[in-house]
């Protein structure tokens, strides 16, 4: 037999913002959308700290809630509502403890995952880092200490990733949607010096040279040169590494970035970040998966199993062993929640938080109504003061029992048994018994 708590009750309190765990869609296709998504990654993993923690909460708020009515309600119904109300304080403390449990690792993949969202940022504007062209000329011209240094140049009007000075760029997501296979695919941002061959036509050569023409596709660089000059160009080149766990199940690893000669940054950093992101997003979803008290609620999740009421009558003596199909257990069950399992979600579909106002003894307003209180300190005052009152009511009917005519008094004489044969000869020859 099984409490099931009544299907509209304690649930307008309950107001949480879900926060999916939700990746990417498609692939980032530049630095700025890398930088975007994973930076959105990270928030929604520290999200589902929230989310869990608030869910603690409106546990514990109605755990709160039914011990209140429990302590107006019948013997029967105050212990099935405290049954209910263990359970939900038991689901509150476990949720916490999954919390403390996992938000380090949270933490340290949403860190992971910033660092990269900022080299990402960072190498979005490296990448236009320029040296500029020494133009060809006489080579005596450079002996002079102000033709001698070399001068780079570095785009950055807007600042990191922004389209204006108060707009971001925009997103760009390649056309291609993420398949099941790629698992919590996400896409990293590498740098690498750029090389040259010497090639005329191409960036970053020194170039010696008989002629002064300026640098061009028929610029030629060979033979004895009275003229030197520097053909400049980007320094470095960006990379987009799109990478996925190596399956998805927990504790899975991410596949070895595949970095080549990237300089920046060092592959062992990206591995200790892609380790971190691994643990914290199994870490998220292992508290996107904690109890919803809405659900709790209304699909009867609180659950009071048959076997602790066998347990229950066997500790009293009623039972020799725990026989949960014993008549004393359903008869238990039956006094608790009814033959249908339904008494106590009637009784609180009709007595419920809406209709239940703890009154202006307990917290000061005389019409507000159960449902609508949150705050910790009111909820503490009710039930403080409905514990109370139940004591002294009790203690009250305590003395009214004794004092009623039908209950034994301490004047009250037990009747004597009759005495034996053999006493009566005794007290009829005056023997003293």
Not at 62 to 81: E, P, Y
Not at 125 to 137: E, G, I, Q, R, Y
Not at 300 to 322: F, H, P, R, S
Request: with cysteine.
């Amino acid at each position: 037999m099984y409490a099931t708590i009544a299907t509209t009750i304690l649930l307008a309190s309950i107001q949480i913002r879900v926060h999916a765990l939700e990746k990417a869609a498609k692939d980032a296709e530049d630095e700025f959308t890398a930088s975007s998504q994973a930076t959105e990654l990270a928030k929604n993993m520290e999200a589902t700290v929230a989310t869990a923690t608030s869910r603690a909460t409106e546990f514990t708020k109605a755990a709160t809630k039914l011990r209140i009515m429990a302590a107006s309600q019948t013997a029967s119904m105050a212990t099935a509502s405290y049954t209910a109300a263990a359970e939900a304080a038991k689901t509150a403390l476990e949720i916490l403890t999954k919390v403390t449990e996992q938000t380090p690792k949270i933490n340290k993949a949403a860190s992971a995952l910033r660092a990269s969202a900022n080299t990402a940022e960072l190498l979005s504007v490296l990448k236009s880092l320029t040296l500029s062209d020494k133009p060809m000329a006489a080579a005596n011209s450079y002996n002079t200490q102000d033709r001698r240094p070399l001068s780079f140049t570095l785009a950055n009007d807007n600042g990191a990733c922004m389209e204006s000075k108060d707009k971001r760029a925009a997103a760009k997501e390649g056309p291609a949607s993420k398949n099941a296979a790629d698992h919590n695919r996400i896409t990293l941002v590498t740098a690498n010096l750029r090389t040259s061959d010497g090639d005329t036509t191409k960036d970053l050569f020194l170039c010696s040279s008989n002629s002064q023409t300026a640098f061009g596709p028929s610029q030629t660089c060979s033979g004895d040169g009275s003229h030197v000059g520097l053909k400049g160009g980007k320094v470095f080149e960006t990379k987009l590494i799109t990478i996925n766990r190596k399956n998805k199940n927990a504790g899975s690893e991410y596949n070895d970035p595949a970095t080549g000669n990237t300089i920046i940054p060092h592959v062992s950093t990206y591995k200790h970040q892609l380790a971190a992101i691994a643990l914290g997003l199994d870490a998220a979803r292992s508290l996107e998966a904690v109890p919803d008290p809405s659900d709790w609620l209304t699909k009867a999740g609180q659950k009071v199993d048959t076997k602790i009421l066998a347990n229950v009558l066997k500790g009293a003596g009623k039972l020799e062993t725990a026989q949960e199909d014993h008549p004393s257990t359903k008869e238990l069950a039956n006094q608790l929640y009814g033959t249908d399992g339904k008494k106590v979600e009637t009784a609180l579909k009709e007595n419920g938080p809406k209709n239940f106002k703890p009154g202006k003894a307990a917290i000061d307003d005389a019409n507000k109504a159960l449902d609508s209180i949150d705050d910790p300190d009111v909820l503490y005052k009710a039930e403080t003061y409905y514990t109370i009152k139940k004591f002294v009511d009790e203690e009250e009917q305590k003395k009214k029992n004794q004092a009623s005519p039908s209950c034994p008094t301490n004047t009250d004489k037990a009747e004597e048994p009759p005495k034996t044969a053999d006493e009566c000869k005794k007290a009829y020859n005056g023997e003293t018994l």
